[in-house]
């Protein structure tokens, strides 16, 4: 069994920046793929980003291209996700997803593809 907790959700600007943490317990974490998904109200679960077991490749929903920066830190059993330049548009609940199903070096952009979800982390971006 694998927990994952989100964290490093809040309010900011239009513009501004904010660093979310995903951690998670159980298995090594290096044989995790890591993937970042969000939902905002009324509208169905997005892909946001997503990182290869032991961290080699990622993928990035168009959306959030040349914005957000996923990266995972082994020693530390979490995956951050950096959000710059962020605009109302991207205020959501964020979840982090795990999957130990996936082959290496494969970063997957599917709900499907994930069996462990943490519970979110808010995130507001006001204008």
């Known amino acids: 069994q694998v927990q994952v907790v989100e964290s490093g959700g809040g309010l900011v600007q239009a513009g501004g920046s904010l660093r979310l943490s995903c951690a998670a317990s159980?298995?090594?974490?290096?044989?995790?793929?890591m993937g970042w998904f969000r939902q905002a109200p009324g509208k169905e679960r997005e892909f946001i980003a997503a990182?290869?077991?032991?961290?080699?490749?990622?993928l990035y929903a168009d959306a959030v291209k040349g914005r957000f920066t996923i990266a995972s830190d082994g020693a530390k059993n979490t995956v951050y996700l950096q959000m710059n330049s962020l605009t109302p548009e991207d205020t959501a609940t964020y979840y982090c997803?795990?999957?130990?199903?996936?082959?290496?070096?494969?970063?997957?952009?599917?709900?499907?593809?994930?069996?462990?979800w943490g519970q979110g982390t808010q995130v507001t971006v006001s204008s």
């Open positions: 997803a795990a999957s130990s199903s996936l082959p290496y070096g494969v970063p997957a952009g599917r709900r499907e593809s994930y069996r462990y």
């Open positions: 159980g298995r090594s974490f290096n044989n995790y793929a």
């Open positions: 990182i290869s077991r032991n961290g080699g490749n990622t």
